[in-house]
């Protein structure tokens, strides 16, 4: 009897047992908060852009070459970090604005957290938006952020085999840069084959080798920009 009544517990625990999928819960929600944000981002005629990579592929160091040599585009920037505000103060010695924003150890950017950092910044003469976002190659992918173009930037000292590792990263970008071309000499990089293995992935990416340090490479890369700050406000 005990055995049968066991049975039978088992089989109504069963039929009122309930299945949530979270991650696709909070991926859903997170979608729809990432469209709403682009809407907005829109009304305002301010491109933003969602600028991925892992930490010390030259994040900042791009960022700042950008902001120098676009004077004529109103450029602002979220700094997203564990902690420190370091990049921001660096971005803001250039005289661009800068919000920083602490994660409180998320390894990503979403579109909540994107939104309530947005809040905090003053868009008046503003044309272009960057979210450096937390820097590694898998969580930041995943998420929507709500931003107008995502963008990666693969170093490289890092390897051109990182499209074999991180293929999501890759296929989730509109634009690539390959940032610290002028270390070529010293490391076993071989560019082509990065931008082949990236093209497999995503063939409508759009690929900037780039040295932030020399400047080679960077007229591509921010005429890119101005062509997608004109079409953002078509």
């Known amino acids: 009897m005990d055995q049968l009544a066991e049975a039978a517990g088992g089989r109504l625990e069963k039929q009122f047992m309930k299945v949530i999928e979270l991650k696709a819960s909070v991926t859903a929600s997170n979608d729809r908060e990432a469209e709403k944000l682009r809407r907005q981002m829109k009304q305002k005629g301010v491109l933003l852009i969602n600028l991925m990579s892992s930490p010390g592929s030259g994040k900042t160091t791009l960022l700042s070459r950008t902001i ?30 800068a919000v920083q924003v602490h ?4 390894c990503h950017m979403d579109a909540g957290m994107t939104q309530r950092g947005l809040s905090e910044m003053n868009f008046e ?15 930041p992918a995943e998420y929507d952020t709500g931003a107008g173009k995502n963008v990666m930037i693969l170093s ?14 890759f296929q989730q970008s509109d634009a690539l840069v390959i940032s610290k071309t002028d270390a070529l000499p010293w490391f076993t990089f071989d560019t082509e084959k990065c931008i082949k293995r990236a093209k497999m992935l995503n063939p ?31």
């Open 156 to 169: 490289v000292p890092e390897g051109d085999d990182k499209p074999l590792k991180y293929p999501l990263m």
């Open 204 to 234: 409508a990416i759009e690929i900037f080798p780039v040295s932030a340090k020399t400047g080679e490479g960077m007229d591509a890369w921010e005429n890119w920009l101005r062509k997608q700050i004109a079409d953002w406000r078509k």
């Open 68 to 97: 120098t040599d676009m004077k004529d585009i109103g450029i602002a920037v979220l700094e997203a970090d564990i902690d420190s505000a370091v990049d921001a103060e660096r971005i803001e010695a250039l005289g661009a604005r």
């Open 125 to 139: 003469g503003i044309d272009l938006a960057f979210l450096e976002n937390i820097g590694n190659l898998i969580c």
């Open 103 to 106: 994660t409180d150890g998320m």
